[in-house]
């Protein structure tokens, strides 16, 4: 069964540090490009970080670039999404993405979902 399961949201102050983990089973993520995605109440989901499976290929939102960093470890099928420099508009539902295509990846259409774990950034 395939199952992605996000950890390590919460509530952090502006300025602060989180990182998120997306365990995946069912498959062997080595093979798969992977992403995070977020959705904030009343607004449109946001491609965060992409990263390709084996081309060192990624993508990152303008809105995160030089904050945030996508990374994998096979050996322990898990992704993450670590966080610097978090700022109130970073409240979100942050959701990790598997597919073995890049591109459907970055445009939103993977086929794999977790199913999301809450940021909050705020004093």
């Known amino acids: 069964q395939v199952q992605l399961v996000e950890s390590g949201g919460g509530l952090v102050q502006p300025g602060g540090s989180l990182r998120l983990s997306c365990a995946v089973s069912?498959?062997?993520?080595?093979?798969?490009?992977i992403g995070w995605f977020r959705q904030a109440p009343g607004k449109e989901r946001e491609g965060v970080a992409c990263?390709?499976?084996?081309?060192?290929?990624?993508y990152y939102s303008d809105s995160v670039k030089g904050r945030f960093t996508i990374s994998r470890d096979n050996a322990k099928n898990t992704m993450y999404l670590q966080m610097n420099s978090l700022k109130p508009e970073d409240t979100a539902v942050y959701y990790c993405?598997?597919?073995?295509?890049?591109?459907?990846?970055?445009?939103?259409?993977?086929?794999?979902w977790g199913q999301g774990t809450q940021v909050t950034v705020s004093s």
């Open positions: 990263l390709g499976s084996s081309d060192g290929s990624t």
């Open positions: 069912g498959f062997n993520l080595e093979y798969y490009a």
């Open positions: 993405v598997a597919d073995p295509d890049f591109a459907a990846v970055v445009a939103g259409m993977a086929l794999n």
